[in-house]
């Protein structure tokens, strides 16, 4: 047992304190707090708090809406008001950029905007487990299921759903999981739905129940009328593009778009979202694309949490597009990426976060890079 000070917020929602010079790392915790750890897990270099007992709270310390918190792993900011989780994701963000780009690579006059959701009834797509009868989420350990009737950060359609399967009104296998997408009224899941067309400013979109789609949708069109809509290019490339939903709106603004994306299935619902036109779709992974010798004067990318392969950004950096939108869902490959452009002769023309997961770590990245 022993005595901790939390310093601040690191990446996963940890708060980080010393002993003896050993790091500490205390779930669901504030700066300033002072708690007594009891029982640890460790690891060659530090500690992560099993139990612990806080002996002094913070004065922006709240009282759970959710029933659930903590046992419940969907979520890890529930016991702070919201401003005080924007704050927090806007230092962790600067943080990460400070240690892996240095402050000296970015303009002193470098500003880092913030889009933020409303924190309540925001989620339209959750994944779902079930077991034996029940269903809900995982522990934060991943191990064991949390049974859950309603979750206050999801949108109605979807409490709609856990109640019908509570009631008995949707049958379950035994065990698995699901994802669940509820939108206009109506809730779409893998046991009963294999499409979904949402309309986005004025577009429909359609895409597979069971493949990626953003969780928030106000927060993706706020995304798409403040970054998307104003790009302009005269060919525009798109990478890691998915079912299209960036290219319904990115196709009209130039003479001739492309897309590439690796999953089959997701460029299916794309050829069907973008329709025809000036457009080429191309199935196939991303690093066996870029052999081509096409040149586009704007990209855009959105990859996976991985962020981008070493060849990607080599093929980037040579075809030097006058314009870079990077949408990324992961700050620290962001910022080890970011540091390549940087240094390849890109400068910041702005920086965007987005809270689409409000209540958890997650955060999303837009920034546009502009060639000098």
Known sequence: MFFVEIEKIVQGGFGIGRVQGKVIFVPYTLPGERVQVETTKARKDYEIAQTFHILQPSPYRITSLCPYFPQCGG????HIGYDTELGIKREMFQETLRRITGLSSIRSDFSIGFIHSYPLACRNRVRLHFSEGQIGFLTA??????????????????????????DHRIPLRSSGEATVFGYGGNYFWEGGSREVTV????KQVSFPIDSFFQSNLSVLERLIQTHILPLQGSRILELYAGVGTFGVFLKNNCTHYTMVEEYPTSVQFARKNLGKGRVKVVQGKVEQWIHQRDMYDTVVIDPPRAGLSLPVREFLLRMSPKTILYISCNPVTFARDLKSFLTGG???????????????????????????
């Open 75 to 78: 979520c890890q900011f529930h």
């Open 141 to 166: 350990k991943g191990n064991s299921l949390v049974p859950i009737d309603r979750c206050i950060v999801c949108v109605e359609e979807i409490n709609r759903f856990l109640q019908d399967v509570w």
């Open 199 to 202: 309309e986005l400013l004025g």
């Open 346 to 372: 890109y400068e910041i023309k702005f920086c965007t976060l987005y809270d689409f997961y409000p209540r958890t770590t997650h955060l999303e990245v837009v920034c546009q890079l502009e060639k000098q």
